[in-house]
């Protein structure tokens, strides 16, 4: 078991604009979720979400785009974490090998789709926007800033998006055709999505509470991550520091509901499954589980059976889920955590599953509340999206 060479990282979301504020934030308890500030909705006062507070004018300076860009705002967190992915693993020269960016994202530019709709066909220089709508404009917005002109491919499989991503990459690499993969995902908040998530009635209107008996509902939110991926030869040619390693993957998907996991979990137990034959590893090797955790009824009941069909035993390993930190990022879900999954094992450390009181009362199930600290071989991190597609990740430290 070795698995794929992470060797970079980059990230922003609600709790940090940086791998290292994330991490600070992640273990002082500094939580991202806020009242809606950068759109204006009728819902402001009575929806928290996890709210990066950066303005779209703030952003655009920043990645000194031109002032007749047309980069939605999924697009700009995107390049953003990308920059940093691509910085942090010493890349100077991003076409000199066979490079690719594998980028994930549900919203796409759809920010740009509601704020201009009504004056699209009355102002021709509004046109420019319609094509920031698609999902894999995305992609290209950030391979172009990258400057890369290698493969460029978007996955869009709902909350699992930027998991698959990270997959694709792993085995591109496993399979030889490329060299490094620049894989992970980003969402921006938009109207379209907080009224759609307001219509299945699954948003608290309070902070989220994974695994806790009262809990209400999730907390929308936006961010970006991305990693590098490299294959072995390319580390041991340029005496690449490896972070940690894609060890382990698997997809499934339950069919269940358009927007429900079933209630026995069975694509989420088919993932984890499917994971740890391709890592190799026993469950029992696990030393931290980065759970999906949304805060739903539906998800914690359904991912709480499936970690109970893994464990036959019951002895679950230390598991907390973060989005009461991030908020549900949705596509940028599973990479930033697994940005966090990668810090865990950095830094040997549990973060805390914040808001927790009140076990379940279908199982013993208890996350952990407080931080703690461990020597941290493996994580396994899960993400599940609407239409039953469950993936999950396994990270190892580098041996």
């Known amino acids: 078991m070795k698995g794929v060479a992470i060797t970079g990282m980059g990230i922003i979301s609600s709790i940090g604009n940086s791998v290292e504020e994330n991490y600070i934030s992640l273990i002082e308890n500094k939580i991202g979720i806020s009242q809606i500030q950068n759109i204006p909705t009728v819902h402001a006062d009575m929806i928290k979400v996890g709210e990066i507070k950066?303005?779209?004018?703030?952003?655009?300076?920043?990645?000194?785009?031109?002032?007749?860009?047309?980069?939605?705002?999924?697009?700009?967190?995107?390049?953003?974490?990308?920059?940093?992915?691509?910085?942090?693993?010493?890349?100077?020269?991003?076409?000199?090998?066979?490079?690719?960016?594998?980028?994930?994202?549900?919203?796409?530019?759809?920010?740009?789709?509601?704020?201009?709709?009504?004056?699209?066909?009355?102002?021709?220089?509004?046109?420019?926007?319609?094509?920031?709508?698609?999902?894999?404009?995305?992609?290209?917005?950030?391979a172009s800033e990258l400057e890369l002109k290698g493969m460029v491919t978007t996955i869009s499989t709902a909350c699992s998006s930027a998991a698959n991503s990270i997959m694709l990459g792993a085995r591109l690499i496993k399979t030889g055709k490329l060299d490094r993969v620049i894989v992970g995902g980003t969402d921006a908040l938009a109207k379209?999505?907080?009224?759609?998530?307001?219509?299945?009635?699954?948003?608290?209107?309070?902070?989220?509470?994974?695994?806790?008996?009262?809990?209400?509902?999730?907390?929308?939110?936006?961010?970006?991550?991305?990693?590098?991926?490299?294959?072995?030869?390319?580390?041991?040619?340029?005496?690449?520091?490896?972070?940690?390693?894609?060890?382990?993957?698997?997809?499934a998907n339950d069919a269940f509901h358009q927007t429900a996991s079933s209630e026995n979990g069975d694509g989420a137990y088919l993932a984890m499954k499917k994971a740890f034959e391709v890592s190799g590893l026993n469950p029992s090797e696990i030393d931290y589980i980065n759970v999906h955790g949304t805060a739903t009824p539906n998800?914690?009941?359904s991912e709480g059976r499936a970690l109970l069909r893994i464990y036959e035993d019951g002895k679950v390993p230390d598991f907390s889920s973060t989005k009461p930190f991030t908020g549900h990022t949705l596509a940028a879900a599973a990479a930033i955590e697994a940005v966090y999954s990668v810090l865990a094992i950095q830094n040997s450390v549990v973060y805390p599953n914040l808001n927790f009181e009140v076990p379940m009362e279908e199982f013993e199930l208890k996350p952990q509340t407080s931080l703690r600290m461990k020597n941290i071989e493996h994580v396994l991190s899960n993400s599940f999206g609407f239409g039953g597609n469950c993936s999950t990740l396994i990270f190892s430290k580098n041996a």
């Open 54 to 142: 950066k303005t779209n004018e703030e952003l655009v300076a920043e990645l000194q785009l031109s002032e007749n860009n047309n980069f939605s705002r999924t697009a700009m967190i995107g390049t953003l974490a990308a920059k940093q992915a691509v910085e942090n693993a010493g890349i100077t020269s991003i076409n000199e090998f066979r490079t690719g960016l594998i980028s994930a994202t549900s919203v796409g530019g759809m920010d740009m789709t509601e704020k201009y709709y009504y004056e699209y066909f009355e102002n021709p220089d509004l046109v420019k926007y319609i094509s920031c709508h698609d999902g894999g404009d995305v992609a290209e917005k950030i």
């Open 192 to 251: 379209f999505t907080i009224n759609g998530f307001k219509t299945l009635m699954i948003l608290s209107d309070d902070y989220n509470k994974p695994f806790d008996n009262t809990r209400k509902g999730l907390n929308l939110g936006e961010a970006a991550a991305y990693l590098v991926l490299e294959s072995d030869e390319m580390v041991q040619k340029y005496d690449k520091k490896v972070l940690a390693r894609v060890s382990g993957y698997g997809n």
């Open 299 to 301: 998800n914690d009941l």
